[in-house]
Each structure stands twice: as structure tokens, then as C-alpha cells.
Nanobody, 126 residues
């Protein structure tokens, strides 16, 4: 059974940093596509970033470009989201997700992902 575990959220002041981790277990493929999504109160879920292992392609939503970095540690089956210069508008529950059949590209569209982990709350105070 594939499981994803997101962790690393917390309370941070504006301008601060957090690193989120997405650890996957039960994964039998060499390749993966992992996406990070967030949902703020009263707002729709938003694709924040994703990474595909096949071509090491990445994606960032415009609002986080230059501040967030997605990376992976294949030995640990973990994908990270380094978040720097956090802003109050980054406050949300962050989720990681995986595609069942990894593609060479990744997408910020949530319905394309098959496995989802529980969220981790990121709160940025002003």
C-alpha cells in the first residue's frame, strides 16, 4: 500500500523559512511524480510545486517562484519543499501527492494525482 507522509509544517514569522518533507512508503517504482498542494481557509486547493524523477523536471506556481525549492532524496524516498521568505499568504494546509503512473513531466493539477498524504499546517504570521 502506497502511503505518503507530509511533515515539517509549523508557525513562522513573515520572512522565515520552513522545509516540508514528503516521505513515501510502499512505492515499488524507480520513477515518481510528486506534487505539493496547499489549501487555505475558504480557498480552493492550489498546486504549488511538483517534480518528476524521469527528467528531473520541476514546476512552481508563479507566487512561489524564487522562494520555494523542490528537491528529492531518492535514498530516503523523500521529496522536500524548502520554503524561504514566507509570507502570510502562504498560510495553508500543505499536502503532497503522487501519480500512480509517473510521467516525464509533472503537473499542478490535483486530479491527476492518485495518492495523497495528510496535510501539514503552515502558518505565517505578519
Amino acid at each position: 500500500e502506497v502511503q505518503l507522509q507530509a511533515s515539517g509544517g509549523g508557525l513562522v514569522q513573515s520572512g522565515g523559512s520552513l522545509r516540508l518533507s514528503c516521505a513515501r512508503s510502499g512505492w515499488i517504482l524507480d520513477d515518481y511524480v510528486i506534487g505539493w498542494f496547499r489549501q487555505a481557509p475558504g480557498k480552493e486547493r492550489e498546486g504549488v510545486s511538483c517534480i518528476s524523477s524521469k527528467d528531473s523536471t520541476t514546476y512552481y506556481v508563479d507566487s512561489v517562484k524564487g522562494r520555494f525549492t523542490i528537491s528529492s532524496d531518492n535514498a530516503k524516498n523523500t521529496v522536500y519543499l524548502q520554503m524561504n521568505n514566507l509570507k502570510p499568504e502562504d498560510t495553508a494546509v500543505y499536502y503532497c501527492a503522487a501519480e500512480k503512473i509517473p510521467d516525464s513531466d509533472c503537473s499542478p493539477i490535483g486530479v491527476l494525482y492518485d495518492y495523497w498524504g495528510r496535510g501539514t499546517l503552515v502558518t505565517v504570521s505578519s
